[in-house]
């Protein structure tokens, strides 16, 4: 499974937009990128995917580099409610594998009030 | 909504015991999964399923099994339970798109073994 760098934490204010970035240096043309959050004491949620196109729901915003080799998940106006762990996830279109997600350390965000 | 159930927020069993965990979807999803969250090491997957009776093993299944007798339930076995297994347990849900379904997760079932 190609690899996911993201930094370890960050902290933003609340009602700012934040930009969560992640490099993938090694994607291949079939990964699709995918966004997980997990809030305290829950399981991960979904957040927003991609291919090569910018993606936008009612979440969030996907920016996918021109070369794909990064991307970066942008919430608009965060809000505390918004403070998780944040996980970029490549995820291969091919054979069963293609099911599965191979979660990293993700980014822990912290809004600040 | 789609809705995974599991069947305890929490547990407390003794090494030797066997353990099952049993996860419920109500969406008719094909593929369930079952991950292990530990400190320092994230999530990790221990099987899935991708159809009735079938699995796969993920990248952990040492000292678990699996039953999927019927779509919408998905159980994790843990034959003799040991301490080594105390973990948070989520199990999960998608449809069978390559590369695209979206994976909906259960809150969760903190084991501990004594």
């Known amino acids: 499974d190609a690899k996911t760098t993201q930094p370890n934490s960050m902290e933003s204010n609340e009602e700012e937009p934040v930009h969560l970035p992640c490099n993938h240096s090694t994607i291949s043309g079939t990964d699709y990128i995918h966004w997980y959050r997990q809030l305290p004491s829950q399981g991960p949620e979904y957040v927003i995917h991609?291919?090569?196109s910018n993606v936008n729901n009612r979440m969030a915003s996907l920016a996918i580099a021109e070369d794909r080799k990064s991307s970066t998940l942008i919430l608009h106006r965060a809000t505390l409610r918004d403070a998780a762990v944040y996980y970029c996830i490549l995820r291969d279109s091919r054979g069963q594998g293609a099911q599965k997600l191979v979660f990293g350390q993700g980014t822990r965000l912290t809004i600040n009030p | 909504d789609v809705k995974v159930t599991q069947s305890s927020r929490y547990l407390v069993k003794r090494t030797g015991e066997k353990v099952f965990l049993e996860c419920v979807q109500d969406?008719?999803?094909?593929?369930m999964f079952w991950y292990r969250q530990d400190p320092g090491l994230g999530l990790r997957l221990i099987y899935f399923?991708?159809?009735?009776?079938?699995?796969e093993k993920g990248d952990i299944p040492e000292g678990y099994s699996v039953s999927r007798e019927k779509k919408e339930r998905f159980s994790l076995i843990l034959e003799s339970a040991s301490t080594n297994q105390t973990s948070m347990y989520l199990c999960?849900?998608?449809?069978?798109?390559?590369?695209?379904?979206?994976?909906?997760f259960g809150p969760g079932t903190r084991l501990t073994v004594l």
């Open positions: 399923s991708y159809d009735v009776k079938m699995k």
């Open positions: 991609g291919l090569t």
């Open positions: 969406m008719d999803h094909e593929n």
């Open positions: 999960a849900s998608s449809l069978l798109l390559a590369g695209v379904g979206e994976q909906f």
